[in-house]
């Protein structure tokens, strides 16, 4: 790589730092063999073993059911109750797909073996 090109890869990397409000070190990955990434990195047996843990507590916790339960009941009403256009059945989908997002990877983290 010429120090051009090494120069030109600095730049777009910062300027993704600037511009993104997604901090790509807290983003998690399992690949096929199972092997977690949490940023693009391998998680040591330590690391994964502390977010199995608080997995575990947060999806026993009440705190979760009502994290869950309630933006759940909001979009069902935006959608079925109160929807009536096209836009609120998609606004409570986008709600419901958050919503199943965040309960996989916490069910993720907890069956970490």
């Not at 990397?13 to 949490?38: F, N, P, R």
């Not at 836009?87 to 419901?96: A, I």
């Amino acid at each position: 790589m010429t120090k051009t090109e090494n120069i030109d890869e600095l730049v777009k990397e910062k300027l993704v730092q600037l511009l993104s409000i997604v901090d790509l070190t807290k983003i998690i990955s399992v690949d096929k063999a199972g092997i977690v990434y949490i940023g693009g990195v391998q998680q040591d047996k330590a690391m994964l073993q502390n977010l199995k843990q608080e997995a575990e507590m947060l999806l026993a916790s009440d705190l979760w059911k009502i994290l869950y339960h309630t933006p759940k009941a909001l979009a069902e009403k935006a959608m079925f109750v109160e929807g009536k256009t096209l836009d609120d059945l998609n606004k409570g989908r986008s709600m419901l797909f958050t919503l199943d997002t965040q309960k996989n990877i916490l069910e993720t983290l907890s069956k970490i073996k």
